[in-house]
């Protein structure tokens, strides 16, 4: 299909729509979908109210993708635009998404509105399967613009729908939860990076100094560098350090003093 087919305007029960020819239409108060003959190519929006996540726009498009079985794979682009009057936000993005094991091409425009510490948002989607999407993209997205609520009930404008409270909820719980494991992550990833640098550094000083650091066990394991003369120390309580090439060299044989190896410091 290249050119744009016939085209009726449609009131169905929540929205106002223009019907291309032989497309199927289905709606409820949060969602329209117009489906083309060979299932081939949509229309969908989809409207969520009395959300307690703040939503932007992508983070809008995204989540109603979610919510049908249908997640985004890439965003390609994306601008603001100018909110319809009383929305907080608009945005307009090309993307691809994956319905089963099949990849869809198309646009989106979605508005959210912020107030009272809810949020209210709506997406339009004009797609079809990725071979498909050249022969639409010039009409479909016009199409798609054609939509609008019907009446008041549409997106349940009336009341807050307990359901959408409830997602809503979960997904702020889910946000926080992947936002604290993100930054968990990112300070553990910094602290590693920060202990592997300290232990370059130190290993970098030792050589240029020629010394080998070690612990005192007697004094709660405070470092001190020694020389790398010897290959084993030993310390006793008083302090005194002696130091031996010798693996069998043991200080305590003939000494009433207590003695105890002293291992190298670990940064």
């Given at each position: 299909m290249s050119a744009t087919p016939e085209l009726r305007q449609q009131t169905g029960t929540y929205f106002t729509f223009l019907l291309p020819a032989g497309w199927t239409v289905q709606e409820n108060s949060n969602l329209l979908c117009l489906n083309s003959p060979d299932q081939q190519a949509a229309i969908m929006t989809v409207g969520l109210v009395g959300m307690l996540q703040p939503f932007s726009p992508d983070q809008f498009v995204a989540y109603a993708m979610q919510m049908q079985g249908i997640p985004v794979t890439a965003f390609h682009s994306g601008r603001p635009i100018p909110p319809p009057p009383g929305a907080s936000a608009a945005g307009f993005f090309e993307l691809s998404y994956a319905a089963g094991q099949v990849i869809c091409?198309?646009?989106?425009?979605?508005?959210v509105t912020h107030g009272y510490g809810q949020c209210n948002a709506s997406m339009t989607l004009a797609a079809a399967q990725a071979p498909s999407w050249p022969a639409y993209r010039e009409w479909l997205p016009g199409v798609?613009?054609?939509?609008?609520p019907a009446g008041s009930q549409t997106y349940m404008a009336g009341t807050v729908a307990r359901q959408n409270l409830d997602n809503s909820i979960a997904l702020g719980e889910r946000f926080h939860a992947v936002n604290d494991y993100g930054q968990r992550r990112w300070q553990e990833v910094t602290d590693d990076r920060w202990r592997s640098d300290e232990r370059n550094q130190f290993a970098f000083r030792e050589a240029l100094g020629n010394v080998d650091t070690r612990v005192n066990p007697y004094d709660n394991n405070r470092p001190i560098e020694l020389s790398t003369q010897y290959?084993?120390?030993?310390v006793n309580r008083q302090g005194e350090i002696r130091g031996s090439d010798d693996p069998n060299y043991d200080p305590?044989?003939?000494s009433t003093d207590d003695w105890a190896t002293m291992p190298r410091y670990q940064p």
């Amino acid at each position: 299909m290249s050119a744009t087919p016939e085209l009726r305007q449609q009131t169905g029960t929540y929205f106002t729509f223009l019907l291309p020819a032989g497309w199927t239409v289905q709606e409820n108060s949060n969602l329209l979908c117009l489906n083309s003959p060979d299932q081939q190519a949509a229309i969908m929006t989809v409207g969520l109210v009395g959300m307690l996540q703040p939503f932007s726009p992508d983070q809008f498009v995204a989540y109603a993708m979610q919510m049908q079985g249908i997640p985004v794979t890439a965003f390609h682009s994306g601008r603001p635009i100018p909110p319809p009057p009383g929305a907080s936000a608009a945005g307009f993005f090309e993307l691809s998404y994956a319905a089963g094991q099949v990849i869809c091409h198309g646009v989106a425009v979605a508005n959210v509105t912020h107030g009272y510490g809810q949020c209210n948002a709506s997406m339009t989607l004009a797609a079809a399967q990725a071979p498909s999407w050249p022969a639409y993209r010039e009409w479909l997205p016009g199409v798609a613009s054609h939509v609008a609520p019907a009446g008041s009930q549409t997106y349940m404008a009336g009341t807050v729908a307990r359901q959408n409270l409830d997602n809503s909820i979960a997904l702020g719980e889910r946000f926080h939860a992947v936002n604290d494991y993100g930054q968990r992550r990112w300070q553990e990833v910094t602290d590693d990076r920060w202990r592997s640098d300290e232990r370059n550094q130190f290993a970098f000083r030792e050589a240029l100094g020629n010394v080998d650091t070690r612990v005192n066990p007697y004094d709660n394991n405070r470092p001190i560098e020694l020389s790398t003369q010897y290959r084993f120390y030993w310390v006793n309580r008083q302090g005194e350090i002696r130091g031996s090439d010798d693996p069998n060299y043991d200080p305590r044989v003939g000494s009433t003093d207590d003695w105890a190896t002293m291992p190298r410091y670990q940064p």
